[in-house]
């Protein structure tokens, strides 16, 4: 029975205003738009029966526990603990991030570029110094929260409100991400996201949603200050009749359903209001119909397509049921739901086959939109396979992380470049179905690929 994580940063502060590094520093109190982003989220989660609460003991995220918890069912006061502060940055706690790229040059670009690198040296009160790596540590501190939270809590359903770099370590040890990974992701003010964890710690958890914010007035996350390359939203497809009877469909060209149509117009109704530039679609049907039907809602955007970025082939799988599957390929559904890496599709591809053209697919649309005067939006629709591999690779996971991203159908996740396909890429969201249903939760037909 898994159990279900609901992650959350805590509203904007008084030092996120004034754009000053607080860390362990407790004087920075939530702004009234933090109170109530709080709010937000609390209306958000209140019709959701929650288990138990954890959060930080620092006065923002305190205070941004206290007032989700008022809008949920039940007996949930927080409980405190340290182990869900945020990163600890001893030199820096209280400065203005001007100021501290300008007295620690060095250490601010490993901090930018190479976090797991990025080293403090701290005086000792006998005169002596001691080296401190502050990322590593809140990594080390994120796993100890969950092996914590697992031990006590199999099989129920956990908020935890705490901090940026703290919750990008919680998500990064779940899914298997190092201390490197730190500016691959991004946590907003009052992001929601969603881990579910399989069984114990140590078996990787599954990322359902990350940093969803349309319940705080933002559609997608504010575009980071500084990032000049492109945006990429990436959409799958709407459902077919085959997703919902979990028939698997690979490279045969099956169309939307009248609920996949349904799913394709929430999605256009979603980003009505985004700006966007340009729009790539794999040329099958499911994805092509899925972006045109989001495009009326930008009629001067012309919809370009590609077989880069085509399904899995699932050859001699291709319209069979999981039972035939078992039946006829003994072992080999096995093997793919848990060693998907390993496996070669009868007659069809395999996932480094998928990784392989998905990527360089994906680096083409990036590198043709990088150089833009401003940065370009661009909406890239394809398939589920398709779709988790490009969330691996830009997060900087293997073919092997395959199953540790969810996408449903008419998700939306949102990927930046900070300065062109050179620099690292950000996951800014990940997998947001909130348009759908109206739950924070992935309700969508598991389907098959």
Same mark, same amino acid.
């Given at each position: 029975?898994?159990?279900?994580?609901?992650?959350?940063?805590?509203?904007?502060?008084?030092?996120?205003?004034?754009?000053?590094?607080?860390?362990?520093? *407790?004087?920075?109190?939530?702004?009234?738009?933090?109170?109530?982003?709080?709010?937000?989220?609390?209306?958000?989660?209140?019709? @959701?029966?929650?288990?138990? &609460?954890?959060?930080?003991?620092?006065?923002?995220?305190?205070?941004?526990?206290?007032?989700?918890?008022?809008?949920?069912?039940?007996?949930?006061?927080?409980?405190?603990?340290?182990?869900?502060?945020?990163?600890?940055?001893?030199?820096?706690?209280?400065?203005?991030?001007?100021?501290?790229?300008?007295?620690?040059?060095?250490?601010?670009?490993?901090?930018?570029?190479?976090?797991?690198?990025?080293?403090?040296?701290?005086?000792?009160?006998?005169?002596?110094?001691?080296?401190?790596?502050?990322?590593?540590?809140?990594?080390?501190?994120?796993?100890?929260?969950?092996?914590?939270?697992?031990?006590?809590?199999?099989?129920?359903?956990?908020?935890?409100?705490?901090?940026?770099?703290?919750?990008?370590?919680?998500?990064?040890?779940?899914?298997?991400?190092?201390?490197?990974?730190?500016?691959?992701?991004?946590?907003?003010?009052?992001?929601?996201?969603?881990?579910?964890?399989?069984?114990?710690?140590?078996?990787?958890?599954?990322?359902?949603?990350?940093?969803?914010?349309?319940?705080?007035?933002?559609?997608?996350?504010?575009?980071?200050?500084?990032?000049?390359?492109?945006?990429?939203?990436?959409?799958?497809?709407?459902?077919?009749?085959?997703?919902?009877?979990?028939?698997?469909?690979?490279?045969?060209?099956?169309?939307?359903?009248?609920?996949?149509?349904?799913?394709?117009?929430?999605?256009?109704?979603?980003?009505?209001?985004?700006?966007?530039?340009?729009?790539?679609?794999?040329?099958?049907?499911?994805?092509?119909?899925?972006?045109?039907?989001?495009?009326?809602?930008?009629?001067?955007?012309?919809?370009?397509?590609?077989?880069?970025?085509?399904?899995?082939?699932?050859?001699?799988?291709?319209?069979?049921?999981?039972?035939?599957?078992?039946?006829?390929?003994?072992?080999?559904?096995?093997?793919?739901?848990?060693?998907?890496?390993?496996?070669?599709?009868?007659?069809?591809?395999?996932?480094? *086959?998928?990784?392989?053209?998905?990527?360089?697919?994906?680096?083409?649309?990036?590198?043709?939109?990088?150089?833009?005067?401003?940065?370009? @939006?661009?909406?890239? &629709?394809?398939?589920?396979?398709?779709?988790?591999?490009?969330?691996?690779?830009? @997060?900087?996971?293997?073919?092997?992380?395959?199953?540790?991203?969810?996408?449903?159908?008419?998700?939306?996740?949102?990927?930046?470049?900070?300065?062109?396909?050179?620099?690292?890429?950000?996951?800014?969201?990940?997998?947001?179905?909130?348009?759908?249903?109206?739950?924070?939760?992935?309700?969508?037909?598991?389907?098959?690929?």
């Amino acid at each position: 029975m898994k159990t279900r994580v609901i992650v959350v940063r805590h509203g904007e502060s008084t030092f996120n205003v004034k754009r000053i590094i607080q860390g362990h520093h *407790d004087e920075s109190l939530l702004t009234e738009k933090g109170e109530s982003q709080a709010r937000q989220v609390g209306q958000l989660l209140s019709g @959701t029966t929650i288990d138990g &609460v954890y959060c930080s003991p620092l006065k923002r995220a305190a205070r941004t526990a206290e007032l989700i918890t008022a809008s949920l069912r039940g007996n949930n006061t927080p409980q405190k603990t340290d182990l869900l502060k945020e990163i600890s940055l001893p030199l820096w706690e209280a400065m203005s991030f001007a100021d501290v790229e300008q007295q620690y040059p060095a250490e601010y670009r490993a901090w930018r570029h190479q976090p797991n690198d990025l080293k403090m040296t701290i005086p000792q009160a006998d005169g002596t110094s001691q080296e401190f790596y502050p990322v590593r540590a809140v990594w080390q501190q994120a796993g100890e929260f969950w092996q914590d939270l697992l031990s006590r809590h199999q099989g129920q359903t956990i908020l935890v409100v705490a901090h940026s770099a703290i919750n990008r370590a919680l998500v990064g040890t779940a899914i298997g991400l190092g201390p490197e990974a730190l500016n691959r992701m991004y946590q907003s003010n009052c992001g929601v996201s969603v881990l579910n964890f399989p069984g114990a710690w140590g078996e990787r958890a599954q990322l359902e949603s990350m940093n969803s914010t349309s319940h705080t007035g933002l559609t997608l996350p504010t575009l980071r200050q500084g990032f000049k390359g492109p945006r990429l939203l990436l959409v799958r497809h709407g459902e077919t009749e085959w997703n919902r009877e979990s028939r698997f469909q690979g490279q045969i060209d099956i169309p939307l359903n009248d609920n996949g149509r349904s799913q394709a117009a929430q999605a256009g109704e979603f980003l009505k209001a985004v700006p966007i530039d340009a729009a790539v679609s794999s040329s099958m049907m499911r994805p092509k119909e899925t972006a045109e039907i989001i495009l009326k809602q930008h009629s001067d955007v012309a919809l370009a397509v590609t077989e880069g970025l085509w399904e899995i082939g699932h050859g001699q799988w291709e319209g069979k049921f999981e039972h035939e599957i078992k039946a006829g390929f003994p072992g080999l559904l096995e093997a793919w739901q848990t060693k998907p890496e390993t496996v070669q599709m009868p007659d069809g591809e395999n996932l480094q *086959d998928v990784w392989d053209r998905a990527v360089k697919a994906w680096n083409e649309i990036v590198a043709q939109y990088e150089n833009a005067e401003t940065p370009q @939006t661009i909406l890239v &629709v394809a398939h589920d396979a398709i779709n988790k591999a490009i969330l691996c690779y830009v @997060t900087g996971l293997g073919p092997e992380a395959f199953w540790q991203f969810k996408q449903g159908n008419g998700a939306v996740s949102v990927i930046d470049y900070p300065d062109g396909l050179q620099s690292e890429p950000m996951l800014s969201s990940a997998n947001i179905t909130v348009h759908l249903s109206g739950s924070l939760f992935d309700t969508t037909a598991a389907g098959a690929l």
